[in-house]
């Protein structure tokens, strides 16, 4: 029996899994939000995707040649990071900037640590985070999607893009917040939300792209329901209760789930295998807090979004669930 038995760590996968079909899976549930982005954003988000995910990847590879490691390309967590931390930034951000970003969240949040498996925050997040706090005004400047704005596809004579801005769902709804009145106006914007033909980061404007790619993983098993319907259920609950009070400052509960990174931390951030406890109800506590903090810097905050400050902090205190949800060991408990 003992031989059956290996010792490794997160993620911890069953034949005939393997770390390398479980990121493939994630990647082809990302593609229909691609694909939502490249049409609403064109060549931006093209241009962006690639800068992450070639910068993730190549920093992992120096990292390891440094530490004289064997290369991990080939597992895709690189590619699966890249993807997720374009995702999270905004189309017009400068490709210098992307590759500071994707640099910084590869090298120190993840090969730091050890590599995949090993780092007890999530990658993308902290490369985020880094970014908010270096870049504030370029990680707040939101482009208008170029299906409703021409001026977006318009190159002047200096080769500089030419493109309007416009605030999020949630940036008008903090306003809204702060003069007490508004919200209706945000919840309008529901409908665009739900498509994608708003301003918002890469791969968070359409949330019936992200919900197409989740379909997949869970049709494919690659996920399951308990964090994801965690984090949305305390989400719901909690913007219920803010609404009910004061529906005149205060979103309804379902455009805070469309809008932002809500959908795509619930399914493609908050499930990442390696800083998420590992039983079941674990998961029930870890997701439920990352739903209740992201909606707590949302509506009491000054922070419009909260979404990468709960996912780390809740890494942060994944060991501590672990150790009071254990799992049972091989063979059950013992006896005694």
Known sequence: MLKNITVSSAPHVSKPLSTRGVMLDVIIGLAPAMLAASYYFRIHAIVLIATCVVSCAGTEWLCNLIRKKSNSLDDLS?????????????????????????????????????????????????????????????????????????????????????????????????????????????????????TGEIGGCLGETSALALIAGVVYLLIRRTINFHIPLAVLLSAFAFGSVTYLIDSESSISPLTHLCSGGLLMCAFFIATDPVTAPLTRRGMWVFGIGVGAITMLIRIVGEYPEGVMYSVLLMNAVTPLIDRFYKRIPAGGKASG
């Not at 997720?84 to 994707?102: C, E, K, N, T, Y």
């Not at 780092?119 to 270096?134: D, E, K, Q, W, Y």
């Not at 409703?148 to 893009?161: K, L, P």
């Open 78 to 194: 690189a590619v699966v990071t890249g993807i997720i931390l374009a995702f999270s930034l905004p189309p017009a951000l400068p490709v210098w900037a992307a590759i500071i970003g994707s640099v910084f969240c590869i090298a120190i949040g993840k090969m730091v640590f050890g590599g995949l498996g090993a780092n007890i925050f999530n990658p993308a997040m902290v490369g985020r985070t880094f970014l908010t706090a270096s870049f504030g005004m370029l990680m707040t400047t939101w482009m208008v999607p170029a299906t409703i704005d021409a001026e977006v596809r318009t190159i002047a004579a200096d080769n500089t893009v030419d493109a309007r801005t416009q605030a999020t769902p949630l940036a008008y709804s903090k306003q809204a917040l702060k003069a007490r009145t508004g919200a209706e106006a945000v919840n309008e914007q529901l409908g665009a939300a739900f």
